[in-house]
């Protein structure tokens, strides 16, 4: 089964140290990253940096539409207001129909600001323990959503690179 972890980080730089650490437990077999991302929030600037991390996994298995609308409703859509209401309700009707809740999106919303970063994975066959003692350092806090295999499929469906060229 596939799972999208979140891992919260309290400082704007802690995500872009725990993708290196990522990368070593995905060489060591400890998880199986099939798509990740980070994002970085410097305290003063009025909105965060995202980024696709190749590196850990190759090719990602969602490329960049998926990462570029999950981020966009979770950080910018907040800031352009009501006037794209019907647009964002249709994309957060896609996200519930492969397993990212409202709640889950808002949960972000809330925590993740200036200051702050997180490591989004998408990923499978985790030792969860194993991944948590490697990022301890960096003292993370977790929030996942598990995606069902058909919630997984629909997910690749809709967002995958070879559907969606970029």
Known sequence: MTTLTVWRFTTSDGADRAAGILSRLSQDNLI???DAATVSWRTGT??????????????????????????????????????VGAAV????????????????????RADIGPGTSALF????????????????PERPELMFTNLSEEEENRLRETFSEEHHPV
């Open 46 to 83: 009025k909105k965060p940096k995202t980024r696709q991390l190749h590196n850990v996994m190759g090719t990602g298995a969602l490329g960049g539409a998926f990462w570029g609308m999950l981020f966009g409703l979770i950080f910018f859509v907040p800031l352009l207001g009501a006037a």
């Open 89 to 108: 309700g249709s994309l957060t009707g896609m996200l519930t129909d492969v397993g990212i809740s409202d709640d889950l999106i808002r949960r972000l």
């Open 32 to 34: 199986t990253v099939h």
């Open 121 to 136: 994975i998408l990923s499978s066959d985790a030792v969860l323990d194993k991944v948590r003692m490697a990022f301890e």
